[in-house]
Every structure is written in C-alpha cells, then in structure tokens.
C-alpha cells in the first residue's frame, strides 16, 4: 500500500496536518517517536480551547479525534533514510519499509544546552524560551533574560516585552553581547537592569531557580530565567538535505509550504522562530491544504480518483 501522505512528527503541526488530510479523505501515516520538544513543560498556554492543558493531554485527545478517520494511521515508530522523489518516495519506519506519495516534516526542533551550572536541571521547570507560554505562571516574580550573541537583535525587543509580566526585570548579557547606548538607555528608561559580567551558576532551592550568581561571586535573585539555547534539526532532516536558512530553520515556500525538494513539505518550529504549539498547529494545517490541493489535482488528472 501506497501512503498519500508520510508526516514525520507527532506533536501540533503533525496532528493538525493528519485532521485536515483525513477530512480530505487522503490515506495518512503519522509517525512519532522520542520524548516531544516541550516534554519538560507541565502547561501549554496561548492555545484556544486548550489553554493550560498538559502537553501529553494534547496528545492524547488529538490522536483519539484523528481515530475518527480510518484512512489516518498513527505509529509510535521512529522514521529513519527516505528515499525516492515527488510521487514515489520510500521510508524507513521501524523496522518496516513505507512508500508516500508525499512527505510532510514536522519534526520540531532539538534544544541544546548552555555551559552554564544548573541550565539542564531547570530547564522547563524554570527556564523557558516563550512568555506568552509560560509567563502567566511567574507573573510579577524577578525575571531574567539570558542575551546570546545569536539572538542579539531581540534583546531591547523581547526587554520590553517581558516588561508586561513582570516589573523585577534583569538582562544578563554574560560579556557576549554588546548594548548600544541608545538601547541601554531605552532599557533603563522601561526600569530593565542590565547585568554584563559572565554568568558563573544558577542557584536554586528545593527544585526552583532562586538566583542567577555571576562571576565574581555577586548574586541577583531570579525566580524566572528566559533564554534561546542552539538547536538543530533531528537526524532525517539533516540527512535529506532540504535547504536550510541563515537560522538553521526548513526553508520552504512561504505559500506552498514544500521545501527545497519537491514533494517534501514542512510545518512546526522546524520553520520558522516563531514558535508554539498554536503556530505549530496553523502550520500543519496550511501545510496540508497546500499538500492536498496539489496531490488531489495529479491524482484527478492521472486517472486515480
């Protein structure tokens, strides 16, 4: 049997891409595998319907609603070399061999860490990359942002839009960025302390974080730590070799969806910065419009509908 559709990635871009392809009627495998990107996350916000919701509850009641379409089938198999072209291309998924006449990647992204004492232990419970997120939690509480240099362009921006949560607000630049003094001014005019010596640990009490401690041995209370760690695409997209973009990011038609080869679509944060589980979902649905609209027309004018 022939798939119409191969989605590699089961978190909101893959279950929102299978709901639209099963309303299409096209026959779908959806394959998933390895802990999800937000597996440390106890809440997902900013989701209407779904706000405050565990992200394995998320899960959950979106495959049980994709088990209303029996043309869509839901693997927990990992998806290794695919191979072949537009119309025609076989995969790897577990230990069996597949054959798609598209493949639709919404594999997210792999957060790295930072060399910092204490980043691994608190990340998701007190470090986190989003406010709209995870900021209600630790509203009006001592917040930190984390500045790297890969990131330097958001820092006044994501300052001030940190701002709206809390008024206890620090950036830390660790030495790694430099602060304009047009942006220096505009951080101290919205009352943002800005700290530049490196940053030496993070404490913490009982599980949460308490205080960012700096070189030198100085101490600032942090009760919230905001920061974008390096990431990397998984195995099978780096192994494809879709186009990427000066980010790192699946570089895809900004209509279409389809990325640098023909016949491979992308959705989710493996495209784009801006990323959540809402983002996620809109791109899995535009994905699949895209991805329906094409496969339906070449199987329509083939004869094979």
Not at 30 to 36: I, K, L, M
Not at 152 to 166: I, P, Q, V
Request: proline share 4%.
């Amino acid at each position: 049997m022939t798939y119409d559709a191969l989605i590699v990635g089961g978190g909101p871009a893959g279950l929102s891409a299978a709901l639209s392809l099963g309303l299409a009627r096209k026959r779908v495998l959806v394959c998933d595998a390895g802990p999800p990107r937000n597996a440390a996350a106890v809440h997902l916000h900013n989701f209407v319907t779904r706000d405050g919701i565990a992200p394995s509850d998320f899960r959950r009641i979106g495959r049980e609603q994709l088990a209303a379409y029996p043309t869509v089938e839901v693997r927990d198999a990992r998806v290794g070399a695919i191979t072949g072209s537009r119309g025609a291309f076989a995969a790897e998924v577990g230990g069996d061999s597949v054959t798609a006449r598209r493949i639709l990647l919404a594999t997210g992204m792999i957060d790295g860490t930072l060399p910092i004492e204490g980043f691994t232990e608190l990340w998701g419970r007190a470090i986190f990359q989003c406010p709209y997120c995870h900021g209600w939690e630790v509203r009006d509480r001592a917040w930190g942002f984390l500045a790297s240099a890969d990131h330097a362009e958001m820092l006044t921006h994501f300052a001030l839009l940190a701002r709206g949560w809390t008024r206890d607000l620090t950036v830390f630049t660790g030495g790694a960025v430099e602060v304009d003094e047009a942006s220096q001014a505009t951080l101290a005019k919205a009352g943002v302390r800005l700290e530049t010596a490196r940053v030496a640990r993070l404490l913490s009490e009982r599980g949460a974080l308490s205080a960012v401690e700096l070189e030198g041995g100085a101490r600032v209370k942090c009760e919230a730590l905001f920061a974008h760690p390096p990431q990397r695409q998984v195995d099978v997209v780096r192994a494809l070799g879709v186009a990427l973009d000066e980010h790192g990011l699946i570089a895809i038609d900004p209509m279409r969806r389809e990325t640098s080869i023909p016949g491979i679509f992308a959705a989710g944060d493996s495209t784009t910065r801006m990323q959540g589980a809402i983002f996620g979902a809109a791109g899995g649905t535009h994905a699949a419009a895209m991805l329906n609209a094409e496969l339906t027309a070449e199987l329509a004018t083939s004869g094979q509908l």
